[in-house]
């Protein structure tokens, strides 16, 4: 029994332009069996479903290529790493998922969780247990001394339970890929740079050029993509010639990254919405801020932004992603300002931006061959929208404006459901935010009177 999608309008992600009066058919497996003018559709049988679109802006289902199902909405990292146990996390996971797919994101990657919670949340999907986006799953980052994730003392090291896992040999990599291959990972997660600069303030790749090289190798061989996350310019320039299939953020890249990258394939998933969300949302009394972090983000932003609009330029793909499952970026909630961003600081037209949300994030996921536009032998993924994206993207951020989320065709229904979100995340020992000297205790005016003990009746 096929379901009849009438369009109003129809972006369809194959092309910049929007089509009018057009129809969708989906065959049995949700697919798309049809897409064309309505005049020319075939006709509904007995037992077909007809859906009436025909106000409203249908679209393929958009793609976050970077959203961390482990991390709970984290605000710190021991949050991700420590306090609740890997069970848990992966029903949580789950339910932050289905958040994701509510907002009308059909497909996700989790690009680097803690043991195999990604691959769980999929096959619990995939398989027919709840509902929830199609998951493209990582495992562990491979991560080595000073690496992003090797963020503990050495004599705590990289705990069992994090999103990381410390590799400080060739043969510890190649073993670690063959693990998460056999586990059944989509692709492979590498913390290709990390946390410590040279004088000059350029970031040191933590990987060699022969090791990232190795570790891709490896991947591919065994099917694998790679994801590396890379500020620095050293790690993106040995991230695009080592073949990596997408780098993160770039932000430091320069003229000798982009040729590698032209040379290798690789595209970039710049994730601005992170930095974005830290600088807008951060208030002056929380730790990120009082440390002085909040003036460096926003200039590596402006910078990143600059670097990124030639790379865009020079016709290196680029792809969708929020960082999403921290504080600043809850499941569920900003997904589609990257788009926005893409727009407004990258140079994208909507439906360039549209597009690459759609059909180019498609090309990283798995089975992406057959998601991110909607013609005939893809599944039927799609939205239908109250407004034009193609005329203002932001619309995308106004949960009241995605009236309907199909994924392989049916018609998703997840609950509003409320949550301790305190309960569910908020855990670490942080307890203040301030040192409380005589000094500071009189800045803030909280000095006590000295009027004894005695209470007042
Ligand atoms: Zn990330």
């Not at 932000?251 to 974005?276: H, K, N, V, W």
């Not at 005939?376 to 009241?400: N, T, W, Y």
Request: glycine fraction near 10%; charged fraction near 25%; hydrophobic fraction near 40%.
């Amino acid at each position: 029994m096929a379901l009849h999608i009438r369009c109003g309008t129809l972006f369809t992600g194959a092309e910049d332009a929007a089509r009018a009066n057009q129809t969708m058919v989906t065959d049995e497996k949700g697919g798309l069996a049809f897409v064309g003018p309505t005049a020319s559709a075939p006709k509904a049988a007995k037992g077909d479903t007809v859906v009436d679109y025909s106000d409203l802006f249908v679209m393929p289902g958009l793609h976050d290529v970077h959203t961390h199902l482990a991390y709970g909405n984290a605000k710190t990292e021991e949050d991700i790493d420590l306090y609740q146990p890997m069970e848990f996390r992966s029903i949580r996971g789950l339910f932050f998922a289905q958040k994701c797919l509510a907002a009308g994101y059909t497909s996700i990657c989790s690009p680097g969780d803690a043991g195999q919670i990604s691959l769980s949340v999929r096959n619990s999907i995939d398989f027919g247990l709840f509902e929830g986006p199609r998951v493209t799953a990582a495992g562990r980052y491979l991560t080595t001394r000073q690496g992003l994730t090797d963020w503990y003392p050495t004599w705590i090291g990289v705990p069992d339970t994090s999103i990381g896992k410390l590799v400080t040999s060739r043969d510890e990599s190649i073993e670690e890929i063959r693990v998460q291959a056999k586990n059944g990972v989509d692709c492979i997660k590498v913390a290709l740079d990390g946390v410590q600069r040279r004088p000059d303030g350029e970031f040191i790749a933590a990987f060699t050029q022969q090791e990232i090289g190795d570790i891709v190798t490896e991947s591919h061989r065994q099917g694998k993509k790679v994801v590396v996350h890379a500020r620095g310019r050293e790690a993106t320039l040995y991230a695009a010639r080592a073949g990596v299939d997408l780098i993160f953020h770039a932000y430091y890249l320069d003229q000798e990254c982009i040729d590698a990258m032209l040379e290798s394939g690789s595209a970039i998933g710049p994730t601005l919405t992170f930095p974005r969300n830290i600088v807008d949302f951060t208030r002056p009394t929380e730790p990120a801020s009082l440390k002085g972090r909040i003036g460096d983000v926003q200039r590596e932003y402006e910078t990143a932004c600059a670097n990124l609009r030639k790379a865009r330029e020079a016709g290196i793909p680029m792809m969708t992603g929020t960082d999403s499952g921290f504080a600043v970026t809850p499941y569920g909630e900003w997904h589609a300002r990257e788009i926005e961003i893409f727009v407004n600081d990258l140079g994208f037209t909507p439906a360039q931006a549209l597009r690459a949300a759609t059909a180019v994030t498609a090309g990283f996921m798995a089975k992406g061959a057959s998601l991110g536009v909607l013609e005939a032998g893809r599944m039927a993924d799609f939205l239908a929208v109250a407004g034009s994206p193609l005329e203002d993207v932001s619309i995308l951020q106004d949960k009241s404006r995605i009236k309907h989320v199909h994924l392989g065709g049916k018609r998703v229904a997840i609950p509003e459901r409320e949550y301790d979100t305190y309960k569910v995340t908020d855990i670490a020992w942080t307890n203040w935010n301030d040192l409380y000297t005589q000094e500071r205790v009189t800045e803030l005016g909280l000095r006590p009177a000295r009027k004894g003990t005695a209470v007042t009746p």
